[in-house]
Protein backbone atom coordinates (compact mmCIF):
# COMPACT_ATOMS: atom_id res chain seq x y z
CA UNK A 1 0.00 0.00 0.00
CA UNK A 2 3.07 2.21 1.14
CA UNK A 3 4.43 1.39 -2.37
CA UNK A 4 1.40 2.29 -4.38
CA UNK A 5 0.70 5.75 -2.83
CA UNK A 6 4.19 6.44 -3.41
CA UNK A 7 3.99 6.09 -6.88
CA UNK A 8 0.67 8.00 -6.97
CA UNK A 9 2.58 11.15 -5.28
CA UNK A 10 5.57 10.59 -7.64
CA UNK A 11 2.87 10.82 -10.59
CA UNK A 12 0.62 13.92 -9.05
CA UNK A 13 4.31 15.78 -8.65
CA UNK A 14 5.40 14.39 -11.88
CA UNK A 15 2.32 15.69 -13.62
CA UNK A 16 1.88 19.19 -11.65
CA UNK A 17 5.67 20.08 -12.70
CA UNK A 18 4.51 19.12 -16.48
CA UNK A 19 1.65 21.37 -16.12
CA UNK A 20 3.59 24.33 -14.96
CA UNK A 21 6.38 23.99 -17.43
CA UNK A 22 3.51 24.65 -20.55
CA UNK A 23 3.83 28.22 -21.54
CA UNK A 24 0.52 30.02 -21.17
CA UNK A 25 -1.31 30.88 -24.49
CA UNK A 26 -0.50 34.73 -25.54
CA UNK A 27 -3.55 36.75 -24.20
CA UNK A 28 -5.32 38.74 -27.45
CA UNK A 29 -4.77 42.53 -27.42
CA UNK A 30 -7.93 44.70 -26.93
CA UNK A 31 -9.50 45.48 -29.91
CA UNK A 32 -9.75 49.34 -29.14
CA UNK A 33 -5.91 49.10 -28.14
CA UNK A 34 -3.60 51.51 -30.30
CA UNK A 35 -0.92 49.81 -32.86
CA UNK A 36 2.42 49.99 -32.05
CA UNK A 37 3.42 51.61 -35.48
CA UNK A 38 2.63 55.29 -36.27
CA UNK A 39 -0.84 54.25 -37.64
CA UNK A 40 -4.04 55.87 -35.53
CA UNK A 41 -7.08 56.42 -35.91
CA UNK A 42 -8.61 60.12 -35.69
CA UNK A 43 -12.26 60.90 -36.35
CA UNK A 44 -12.79 63.71 -38.38
CA UNK A 45 -14.91 65.71 -35.73
CA UNK A 46 -11.19 65.69 -33.84
CA UNK A 47 -9.77 67.04 -36.96
CA UNK A 48 -11.94 69.71 -37.94
CA UNK A 49 -11.53 70.73 -34.47
CA UNK A 50 -10.07 74.51 -34.69
CA UNK A 51 -7.75 76.10 -32.32
CA UNK A 52 -9.71 78.73 -29.71
CA UNK A 53 -6.36 80.06 -28.78
CA UNK A 54 -4.75 82.82 -30.64
CA UNK A 55 -0.43 82.34 -30.70
CA UNK A 56 0.95 85.29 -28.35
CA UNK A 57 4.30 85.89 -26.81
CA UNK A 58 3.02 84.41 -22.70
CA UNK A 59 1.39 81.23 -24.69
CA UNK A 60 4.21 79.80 -26.61
CA UNK A 61 6.61 81.31 -23.78
CA UNK A 62 4.25 78.71 -21.75
CA UNK A 63 4.56 76.09 -24.58
CA UNK A 64 8.65 76.02 -24.96
CA UNK A 65 8.87 75.30 -21.13
CA UNK A 66 6.78 72.22 -21.56
CA UNK A 67 8.43 71.56 -24.96
CA UNK A 68 11.94 71.69 -23.55
CA UNK A 69 11.19 69.21 -20.32
CA UNK A 70 9.04 66.71 -22.31
CA UNK A 71 9.31 66.80 -26.09
CA UNK A 72 12.73 68.45 -27.05
CA UNK A 73 14.45 65.01 -26.47
CA UNK A 74 12.76 63.63 -29.33
CA UNK A 75 11.70 66.27 -31.10
CA UNK A 76 15.01 68.68 -31.02
CA UNK A 77 15.21 72.02 -29.44
CA UNK A 78 14.12 73.43 -32.08
CA UNK A 79 11.58 71.47 -33.93
CA UNK A 80 13.92 69.64 -36.44
CA UNK A 81 13.21 66.25 -35.22
CA UNK A 82 16.98 65.73 -33.68
CA UNK A 83 16.45 65.05 -30.21
CA UNK A 84 18.70 63.29 -28.12
CA UNK A 85 17.33 59.95 -28.16
CA UNK A 86 15.98 59.75 -31.63
CA UNK A 87 19.22 57.40 -32.90
CA UNK A 88 18.44 54.87 -29.39
CA UNK A 89 14.90 54.77 -29.96
CA UNK A 90 15.34 54.34 -33.66
CA UNK A 91 12.27 57.00 -34.15
CA UNK A 92 12.20 58.48 -37.40
CA UNK A 93 10.85 62.13 -36.43
CA UNK A 94 9.27 64.97 -38.90
CA UNK A 95 11.33 68.19 -39.58
CA UNK A 96 8.48 71.04 -38.52
CA UNK A 97 11.26 73.68 -39.43
CA UNK A 98 10.02 72.43 -42.92
CA UNK A 99 6.70 73.68 -43.78
CA UNK A 100 5.91 70.73 -45.79
CA UNK A 101 6.04 67.99 -43.05
CA UNK A 102 2.74 69.88 -41.65
CA UNK A 103 1.30 70.46 -44.89
CA UNK A 104 -2.10 68.73 -44.76
CA UNK A 105 -2.47 68.51 -40.71
CA UNK A 106 -5.35 70.20 -39.30
CA UNK A 107 -4.91 72.20 -35.48
CA UNK A 108 -7.31 69.49 -34.82
CA UNK A 109 -5.37 66.44 -35.73
CA UNK A 110 -1.56 68.00 -34.15
CA UNK A 111 -3.90 68.52 -30.87
CA UNK A 112 -5.43 64.93 -31.02
CA UNK A 113 -1.61 63.34 -31.33
CA UNK A 114 -0.50 65.55 -28.30
CA UNK A 115 -3.91 64.69 -26.41
CA UNK A 116 -3.20 60.78 -27.21
CA UNK A 117 0.24 60.36 -28.17
CA UNK A 118 1.07 58.85 -31.65
CA UNK A 119 3.41 55.27 -31.89
CA UNK A 120 5.81 55.25 -28.97
CA UNK A 121 4.95 58.95 -28.05
CA UNK A 122 2.55 59.05 -24.89
CA UNK A 123 -0.15 61.81 -24.86
CA UNK A 124 -0.32 64.91 -22.73
CA UNK A 125 -3.59 64.46 -22.16
CA UNK A 126 -4.29 63.33 -18.60
CA UNK A 127 -1.25 65.89 -17.88
CA UNK A 128 -1.28 69.23 -19.25
CA UNK A 129 -4.60 71.33 -19.48
CA UNK A 130 -6.50 71.57 -22.68
CA UNK A 131 -5.51 75.75 -23.03
CA UNK A 132 -1.92 74.06 -23.12
CA UNK A 133 -2.49 71.80 -25.24
CA UNK A 134 -3.78 74.24 -27.88
CA UNK A 135 -0.57 76.44 -27.06
CA UNK A 136 1.75 73.20 -27.92
CA UNK A 137 0.04 73.50 -31.47
CA UNK A 138 0.51 76.69 -31.84
CA UNK A 139 4.37 76.15 -30.98
CA UNK A 140 4.44 73.51 -33.32
CA UNK A 141 3.07 75.69 -36.09
CA UNK A 142 5.30 78.29 -35.61
CA UNK A 143 8.79 76.12 -35.67
CA UNK A 144 7.76 76.37 -39.25
CA UNK A 145 7.62 80.50 -39.16
CA UNK A 146 10.60 82.44 -40.34
CA UNK A 147 13.51 82.96 -37.46
CA UNK A 148 11.41 80.23 -35.09
CA UNK A 149 14.93 78.81 -34.57
CA UNK A 150 16.01 81.82 -33.30
CA UNK A 151 14.21 81.56 -30.24
CA UNK A 152 15.30 79.78 -26.79
CA UNK A 153 13.66 76.66 -26.16
CA UNK A 154 13.11 77.43 -22.72
Known amino acids: M ?12 ASLGTARAKQEP ?21 MDKKNPVKPSPE ?40 AASLEGKTDGEI ?15 DRLPETMRWNMVNLVRSYSKKDAGDKPAS
Open 2 to 13: RKALLVLAAILA
Open 26 to 46: AQEKPKDAQPATDEYKISQGD
Open 59 to 98: GLSAARKVYAYDCAMCHGAKGDGKGDIVDSMKLTMHNWRD
Open 111 to 125: FFIITKGKGKMTGEG
